[in-house]
């Protein structure tokens, strides 16, 4: 107890009361008033548990105070006072309502016997209070829980006759209506966090009720399946396709502002109107669901109505065999821009004159790519192979939509071609190295071209293009070079013979090594010899 309030005519006796009290409950605030009257307008200002009141007052008594408390506060307890000679009084009071009395002259071990005995039973009011409530809230949530069900089932799989009229009463359904379904969209992966999701969520249904609800009846409740759906049936005792094409403005109003507000995407699609909702609901769900799915294809729209594309879905008849064949063709020659031309003339007639469901495409793109990814297999480990195959049906399958899509099944290939390209590059280094190693400890022998791309296991034509393209010049001339090289080294040392020199480097004519040597230096070795001689001794 807080607040004791003390109603006597008499000051004497309030103080005195006051003062007992205060002994009790030292901790307790002591309000005065003179009568009735006054008590009643300090009960406006205060929260006062227990009233101590005399009966014989001016201006109100007791019992029109008694009276007048019943009528606007039932939890205060009222004490009266009353003498031995109007016990009757104090047995009236009780009638009132009045918790109990104290019988004058008051004596304090009774003052503080009722006073322990009413903050007790404050106590259990209090205690069943609380126990009230949280029977009432579990109540309420099993309620909740038991008409979200209920719902659920309703528009998934239908209801019983009886079922269905007791979720019309409930919510006062009408008799024709359709289906929303709205869906959060987040623009970033990292961007909502399950706080902000759950915010969203609170936020949506009463918003979205109270713009779409003015013409009907809304009920929206989320989807158990996907947290992110929220599915609205909106009803009428009428309901023509005309009115239900003026909410598209109120529907697009509403994923505008929520797109503002939590920067979100929120895709709402919209099923057809059922003169028998209760039970077409179902159907008319399915819509909702399947226009919120193409939003795939239609990445700039925001409401998107089941009756505007049910006649643009066809199914999934492709045959991509020779789309990938050709990839594969281009990935393997090089030819970037044939294959990203190709990749986009793919896309454009997959949505040509119509849209596959969502999931079956998906589903074939991303087997499309597995059956062109083997190009890559004879480059990469076995392990990278399993971990690009992995990450390549995490890309498709989260693609925003069919033009992220495509972007990601072109950079797909991109990569293929850059794994491959990598990968020749670094064979054709080893290839070169190889080959210049093996010239280096033969080139004095007769090595023709066969003979060294036998040594190295390789075809001539592919040594001679790649030795052409790495070197920029032909095996026979490379040879040359290297011979020539040898055989200023050779001219170095005196002792060594021109003809000789020529035999040690593998040229079996000593005019053929002369033609070639003045070819490639401007002089003949002699000539080579005696300059670099004289130069020598000059030194």
């Known amino acids: 107890m807080n607040k004791i309030m003390v109603i006597d005519d008499e000051a004497i006796q309030r103080r005195v009361l006051g003062k007992m009290i205060r002994e009790v409950l030292p901790e307790c605030e002591v309000i005065e008033a003179s009568n009735g009257k006054a008590a009643l307008d300090l009960l406006k200002s205060h929260s006062i548990d227990v009233v101590i009141t005399d009966i014989k007052m001016p201006i109100m008594n007791g019992f029109a105070f ?21 016990f009757e009084y104090a047995q009236r009071a009780v009638q009132l309502g009045a918790f109990d009395y104290l019988l004058k002259p008051v004596k304090e071990e009774s003052i503080e016997q009722l006073l322990n005995k009413v903050a007790e039973t404050i106590r259990k009011e209090k205690v069943q209070s609380i126990e009230q409530e949280t029977i ?23 209801l019983s006759e009886p079922k269905l009229k007791e979720l019309k009463t409930k919510f006062k359904l009408g008799n024709n209506g359709f289906s929303v379904v709205t869906r959060i969209y987040d623009t970033d992966p990292e961007h909502l966090s399950e706080g902000q999701l759950e ?4 936020a949506m249904p009463d918003r979205l009720e109270n713009l779409i609800g003015l013409d009907g009846r809304a009920v ?43 920067n979100c995407l929120f895709i709402i ?23 919120v799915c193409f939003r795939y294809f239609l990445s700039t729209e925001r409401v998107i109505r089941y009756k505007d594309i049910s006649g643009k879905i066809k199914p999934m008849l492709y045959d991509f065999m020779k789309d990938e064949e ?21 896309f454009n007639r997959v949505i040509d004159n119509g849209f596959p469901y969502p999931d079956q495409w998906i589903k074939s793109v991303v087997h499309m790519v597995y059956h062109i990814a083997p190009v890559i297999s004879d480059f990469v480990s076995d392990d990278e192979y399993q971990q690009t195959l992995a990450e390549i049906e995490r890309l498709l399958t989260t693609a925003a939509d069919y033009g992220d899509c495509q972007k990601k099944f072109t950079d ?21 190295e190889k080959c210049k190693a093996y010239i280096d400890t033969h080139y004095m022998e007769d090595l023709s071209l066969e003979t060294v791309s036998s040594q190295l296991f390789f075809s001539p034509n592919y040594l001679s293009i790649i030795l052409k393209n790495h070197l920029g010049m032909a095996y026979s001339k490379y040879l040359t070079e290297v011979r020539l090289r040898k055989a200023v080294e ?30 490639r230096f401007g002089v003949t070795p002699d000539e080579y010899r005696k300059s670099h001689h004289c130069f020598d001794n000059r030194q």
């Open 220 to 262: 929206s409740f989320f989807s158990t399946e996907d947290k992110r759906s929220l599915i609205t049936v909106m009803t009428a005792e009428t309901y023509t396709d005309a009115e239900a094409d003026k909410m598209l403005v109120s529907l697009k109003d509403f994923s505008r502002q929520l797109s503002e507000q939590y």
């Open 326 to 346: 050709l990839l594969k063709e281009y990935i393997r020659t090089m030819k970037s821009e044939s294959m990203i031309n190709h990749a986009e003339a793919l």
């Open 66 to 86: 008694i009276e007048h408390v019943n009528e606007t506060d039932a939890h205060t307890k009222i004490i009266i006072l009353s003498g031995y000679r109007y």
């Open 136 to 158: 009432k809230n579990q109540l309420h949530s099993s309620l909740s829980v038991y008409y979200d069900h209920l719902l659920h089932e309703w528009i998934n799989n239908g």
């Open 490 to 519: 050779m001219l170095e040392n005196r002792d060594n013979k021109v003809y000789e020199i020529a035999a040690k480097v593998g040229f079996k004519d000593e005019k053929y090594f002369y033609r070639v040597f003045k070819n």
């Open 199 to 202: 915010e969203i969520r609170n």
């Open 269 to 291: 699609g919209v099923g057809g109107v059922r003169s028998n909702f209760l039970q077409g609901a179902l159907d008319s769900y399915k819509e909702a669901q399947a226009a």
């Open 412 to 432: 797909i290939l991109i990569h293929f071609m850059t794994i491959i390209k990598s990968n020749r590059t670094k064979k054709h280094e080893m290839v070169i």
